[in-house]
């Protein structure tokens, strides 16, 4: 299956025109994404102003939340001529697909280094995504013996290759989720939702974070971002999304002079550190209740390792402020591409432990 060609504007440019042209950008997805009042989990919740905005249709083929950071990443690696995409996540990673996937439109192939998580059918239903799209994988039971695999492929170690790191949160990824608060300002002018008081999002690699807390300063919106960590406090926490946020911030500045100056402070940052569980991955039993809620009031599916636990976080919290309004950003991918695989995937290009994984049983 093909994307079709997309034409549309990106709402960062919309909002401070003198960036456009300045910063590489592609219409990859198709946007904007829509906003909807959860009326019946709402009620259950005890609010009249429970929101969601939905992510997980923000493209044809697949969604998600990486869609918006991968029309400035991709963009980025071409315009610096770039030819393969080195990146990492875990086994299951929604952002290496994703890459693989639209990369592969551009040109681009696209390698990741690909490290342990507990496996779940949404895992399994990944892998063989990877080998029907073509992802080079590589297997690494630890990190710290990334530099001397990357030794033996040195294709990598050339000016034709771009370094995409976990979840695409560079700078430029991170533009893409101002990007997205440009477009809720949008919605919320338009009468389409309140504005919210509260945005839950999962915390995984930082750059969706750090772009909805830069997006809500530069729109001059009040609204307060609630981040529940979904991985290992090593790999995020308050200093690295304020990091983040503040590089984005001083690229826009350079680039639009006009663009006020803001910065960030660790303590800035609203972590939510209690629901990860055993770990990146690990089910919990709050995250499965609030995902069997969403499916059987919405019918909107969630996942075990982001959305879960973001939407059990918020459900549990809510009470406390159930006149506020409150917008869930759905990161997870709905599209059901899996449904494309041929039953009979050759499945050889993975490494021998992750295609075992992929050709176990749903």
């Known amino acids: 299956m093909k994307p079709k060609e997309i034409i549309r504007t990106c709402p960062l440019f919309r909002k401070f025109p003198n960036l456009e042209g300045k910063i590489p950008w592609i219409a990859v997805g198709t946007f904007p994404t829509p906003v909807l009042r959860l009326k019946k989990i709402g009620k259950q919740a005890g609010t009249k102003n429970l929101w969601i905005k939905r992510e997980d249709l923000s493209a044809d083929i697949y969604g998600g939340n990486k869609i918006r950071k991968l029309e400035f990443t991709l963009a980025d690696a071409r315009s610096r001529g770039a030819q393969n995409i080195l990146t990492f996540g875990g086994i299951g990673s929604n952002h290496v697909l994703a890459t693989t996937i639209y990369a592969r439109t551009l040109g681009m192939n696209t390698a990741a280094v690909l490290t342990p998580q507990p496996t779940t059918q949404f895992v399994r239903r990944n892998l063989r995504a990877y080998a029907y799209y073509g992802t080079e994988v590589m297997f690494l039971k630890n990190m710290y013996r990334l530099p001397k695999l990357l ?37 919320v002018e338009k009468g389409l939702m309140p504005e919210p008081k509260y945005i839950w999002v999962a915390g995984g690699s930082g750059g969706t974070v750090a772009g909805l807390a830069l997006g809500v300063k530069l729109c001059g919106m009040k609204s307060k971002i609630k981040v529940v960590r979904v991985v290992e406090p090593y790999m995020l926490n308050e200093d690295i999304i304020a990091a983040q946020a503040n590089k984005a911030a001083d690229l826009l500045n350079k680039l639009d002079p006009e663009i006020p100056e803001v910065s960030f402070e660790p303590e800035d940052i609203d972590l939510l550190k209690g629901y990860l569980g055993a770990g990146y991955g690990h089910i919990t039993t709050e995250a499965e209740k609030a995902m069997e809620l969403m499916e059987e009031l919405e019918g909107i599916h969630l996942e075990y390792t982001y959305t879960g636990k973001t939407a059990a976080a918020m459900l549990r919290n809510i009470p406390y402020k159930p006149k506020a309004a409150t917008l869930f950003i759905n990161t997870y991918n709905s599209r059901n591409l899996w449904a494309d695989l041929p039953a009979d995937l050759d499945l050889s290009s993975l490494p021998k432990p992750l295609r075992e994984i992929a050709a176990e049983k749903d």
């Open 151 to 187: 030794l033996k492929y040195p294709k990598f170690r050339t000016a034709k290759t771009y370094i995409l790191p976990p979840g695409g949160s560079n700078v430029r990824g991170t533009l893409g989720f101002v990007s997205c608060v440009c477009e809720i300002f949008e919605q």
